[in-house]
């Protein structure tokens, strides 16, 4: 079809056109730990803490009391630590009146705590200690640290450092033992137990005083260069044996590295799988600080048996897969192989793990058929020494697993974990970093009375497609979710928490859970967020993170504006575009700029990441473009504000507000035109009808130039 359009031209004719989130931030807790059964004062520092109300805690067993902002850098509280508090980190958080703070950690141990005092950078002024207690220090720039301590012959003495693991600078710390002549008796930099983090235990030789050295490994420091040193007569073993087992069961186990030789224990393993389990050994009355790690699965563990050297003499059993396999590189050269039936069609993950469980051994992985050919093998993944083969079962039979040392060294400590587990379908909700490597700024959700808070929440599905549901269980009183279902093409939502005019000031640990909408799938997963502590060279990378599995949700005070978005009146079609009209509802005198972040948008749709709303003014249009691809249908969409009041960005955002997205009814070309000024001309379009209509069309021609006009015409 083609249409004709007059187009008047005057004879003038002219042309022309013409933060980062500053939530509440602790940046130390001080001191870094303190031990379970007592009660002690704690200094947070940071920025925008003066209306510090709450701080809370992901795991149970510590409580915080008397918490009083002296300043808006400062807050002091006291905390009272159970004495079934978990040893080890703990994540917190801190609730102001307007926000919710980053995340800090602060640790539990079995013992009192020391403070360092100064000076004691060298020998002769050592502090005087005794063992069983933990001491809070710091190692300044080319610091080193002593402390000398009384022992008697034949007593084990172990240290145990918590350093990088506080979550600080790139701090690699060496610990050592030394007698009153200054000889080592013992030294540890990095172990596979505790990461750049040192551990060690030793026997002593005579009675005597002893001194401890603490230094960062290449004479590094600051300010902020934190340590937890435990001193004690505990045991420290370094690895276990078995290092995991099967749900439910008794499993005899082999702690392995303590210098008083191999110590047994019976464990009974928690009823479901836990693969971050863990376990601390306890002798004589003194429990070691960290855990070793035991891995729980839901299949049956096999051990090993030597020898098993060759294919020909692999360990054989009559189970299928899955399977896991326990065993030891225990001297040079040595090659373990195991044999087990799979069927056609299964597809596994095998992983085979070491030094995810403490293990020196750097292992090699390989897969055989029945007839001893290779079918597939790993040395390194995933930025570790472990290594994985993934594999789709080519038929029934039997096959062999093979693990060695990538140089063939071995040991009684080079024991490892091979894990075959099978692919099932599993997906995981968390939240979009809100900048290049951030983890910590806008993961968590400060709702202001009366308003709304949104956030984008990203969906990872593995090994299944279909539409999914987002649930919340335990929102703070008067805070209600909203959150539309996830196609099977869709891998984002928009989330909206909304809290009521009186809802009370607090917070809550929100469990997200996200499911399947067929429940006959019984698929369901969690929220979960990476949280990167410590950060390094090469290239940023992280060297030690957190996982937290629940969302601080929280009521804050009122902000003086909300966010209203006004819906389009007609769908946007494939191809086309549409400016979205924003309103921010000011409360009187509050004129500050407004900044505009639309919370996820239907595949296919395209928009600025943001828009301003001016110094007094109410009003942007957000641009929302449509490829040619956009998926159809109704689609709920949310635009969070945020404003600087001058201590920090106020948040507030849209309800979500349906948009339509269809194919259109025409595509037209614009044929080019020529007119001279002060004449009239025509303009050809061509029109292609993509699907029909009822009644008439009007067709006008926008952006044309200043004082052009022309007329619109109507067509069937």
């Given at each position: 079809m083609n249409l004709l359009i007059r187009l008047v031209l005057p004879a003038i004719m002219c042309s022309g056109f013409l933060v980062h989130a500053a939530e509440p931030i602790i940046s130390n807790v001080l001191p870094r730990g303190g031990q379970a059964g007592s009660e002690m004062e704690v200094t947070i520092?940071?920025?925008?803490?003066?209306?510090?109300?709450?701080?809370?805690?992901?795991?149970?067993?510590?409580?915080?009391?008397?918490?009083?902002?002296?300043?808006?850098?400062?807050?002091?509280?006291?905390?009272?630590?159970?004495?079934?508090?978990?040893?080890?980190?703990?994540?917190?958080?801190?609730?102001?009146?307007?926000?919710?703070?980053?995340?800090?950690?602060?640790?539990?141990?079995?013992?009192?705590?020391?403070?360092?005092?100064?000076?004691?950078?060298?020998?002769?002024?050592?502090?005087?200690?005794?063992?069983?207690?933990?001491?809070?220090?710091?190692?300044?720039?080319?610091?080193?640290?002593?402390?000398?301590?009384?022992?008697?012959?034949?007593?084990?003495?172990?240290?145990?450092?918590?350093a990088i693991r506080l979550s600080g600078p790139l701090f690699d710390p060496y610990i050592a033992i030394l007698d009153s002549n200054r000889f080592e008796i013992a030294t540890s930099d990095d172990t596979e137990l505790l990461l750049q983090d040192s551990t060690l235990s030793t026997i002593i030789p005579k009675t005597g005083k002893y001194f401890l050295e603490v230094r960062e490994s290449s004479y590094q420091g600051g300010n902020n260069y934190y340590y937890r040193l435990h001193i004690g007569d505990f045991p420290r073993p370094l690895i276990a044996f078995p290092s995991g087992g099967q749900a439910g069961k008794l499993l005899e186990v082999t702690f392995m590295g303590d210098p008083?030789?191999?110590?047994?224990?019976?464990?009974?393993?928690?009823?479901?799988?836990?693969?971050?389990?863990?376990?601390?050994?306890?002798?004589?009355?003194?429990?070691?600080?960290?855990?070793?790690?035991?891995?729980?699965?839901?299949?049956?563990?096999?051990?090993?048996?030597?020898?098993?050297?060759?294919?020909?003499?692999?360990?054989?059993?009559?189970?299928?897969?899955?399977?896991?396999?326990?065993?030891?590189?225990?001297?040079?050269?040595?090659?373990?192989?195991?044999?087990?039936?799979?069927k056609k069609g299964q597809k596994f993950n095998i992983y085979a793990h070491a030094q995810s469980i403490g293990s020196p051994l750097d292992p090699v992985l390989n897969l055989y058929d029945d007839k001893g050919k290779s079918i597939k093998g790993s040395d390194d993944a995933n930025n570790g020494r472990d290594s994985l083969i993934t594999i789709t079962i080519p038929?029934?039979?039997?096959?062999?697993?093979?693990?060695?040392?990538?140089?063939?060294?071995?040991?009684?400590?080079?024991?490892?974990?091979?894990?075959?587990?099978?692919?099932?379908?599993q997906v995981i909700a968390s939240i979009p970093m809100f900048g290049n490597r951030d983890t910590q700024s806008r993961q968590m959700i400060p709702v202001a009375r009366g308003n709304k808070a949104a956030t984008a929440l990203n969906l990872s599905r593995k090994n299944f497609s279909g539409e999914l549901e987002v649930i919340a269980e335990n929102l703070p009183v008067g805070v209600t979710m909203?959150?539309?279902?996830?196609?099977?093409?869709?891998?984002?939502?928009?989330v909206v928490f909304e809290a009521s005019p009186d809802a009370p000031l607090g917070q809550s640990l929100v469990n997200l859970k996200v499911r399947h909408t067929d429940p006959d799938k019984n698929i369901e997963g969690n929220f979960n967020h990476n949280l990167a502590l410590v950060y390094g060279p090469p290239n940023n990378r992280t060297y030690y993170e957190s996982t937290l599995k629940h969302l601080s949700v929280g009521v804050v005070e009122k902000v003086p504006f909300s966010i209203l978005i006004h819906p389009p009146a007609t769908p946007i079609v494939r191809g086309g575009s549409v400016n979205l009209k924003v309103e921010a509802i000011r409360d009187t005198n509050f004129t500050a700029p407004i900044t505009l972040r639309i919370q996820t948008r239907p595949p296919g749709i395209g928009a600025k990441g943001t828009v301003s709303i001016a110094k007094d003014k109410s009003t942007a249009y957000y641009s929302l473009t449509a490829n040619g691809g956009t998926s159809?249908?109704?689609?709920?969409?949310?635009?969070?504000?945020?404003?600087?009041?001058?201590?920090?960005?106020?948040?507030?955002?849209?309800?979500?507000?349906?948009?339509?997205?269809?194919?259109?009814?025409?595509?037209?070309?614009?044929?080019?035109?020529?007119?001279?000024?002060?004449?009239?001309?025509?303009?050809?379009c061509d029109l292609d009808v993509k699907r029909p209509f009822e009644g008439m069309a009007s067709l006008s021609i926008r952006g044309l130039p200043a004082f052009a006009t022309t007329t619109d015409q109507e067509f069937d």
């Open positions: 520092s940071g920025n925008r803490l003066k209306d510090s109300k709450e701080i809370f805690f992901y795991g149970k067993g510590i409580t915080a009391f008397d918490v009083n902002a002296t300043n808006d850098k400062s807050v002091q509280a006291k905390f009272k630590i159970s004495k079934d508090a978990e040893f080890g980190q703990h994540e917190l958080r801190l609730r102001t009146k307007s926000g919710i703070s980053t995340l800090k950690t602060f640790w539990v141990g079995p013992y009192p705590n020391l403070a360092e005092e100064e000076p004691n950078t060298s020998f002769e002024d050592a502090q005087e200690i005794t063992i069983n207690h933990t001491i809070n220090g710091v190692v300044k720039n080319e610091d080193v640290d002593y402390y000398e301590f009384n022992a008697i012959k034949d007593q084990r003495i172990s240290l145990e450092i918590e008083t030789g191999p110590i047994k224990k019976k464990i009974q393993l928690p009823s479901k799988e836990n693969l971050g389990f863990g376990y601390r050994v306890e002798q004589n009355g003194s429990i070691a600080p960290a855990p070793n790690a035991i891995r729980v699965c839901e299949f049956p563990s096999i051990l090993e048996n030597e020898p098993n050297d060759t294919i020909r003499t692999a360990n054989v059993t009559e189970l299928t897969l899955p399977l896991a396999f326990d065993g030891i590189i225990e001297k040079e050269k040595d090659v373990d192989n195991f044999k087990f039936k799979a038929k029934d039979g039997n096959y062999t697993l093979r693990v060695r040392d990538h140089l063939y060294a071995g040991g009684e400590r080079f024991v490892y974990r091979l894990e075959s587990h099978p692919f099932s379908p909203r959150v539309p279902k996830a196609p099977s093409s869709f891998n984002s939502v928009p159809l249908g109704d689609w709920d969409i949310a635009v969070q504000g945020e404003a600087n009041n001058g201590n920090g960005i106020q948040l507030a955002s849209s309800p979500l507000t349906p948009i339509t997205v269809e194919d259109p009814y025409l595509s037209i070309k614009i044929n080019m035109a020529a007119i001279e000024r002060g004449k009239e001309g025509e303009i050809i």
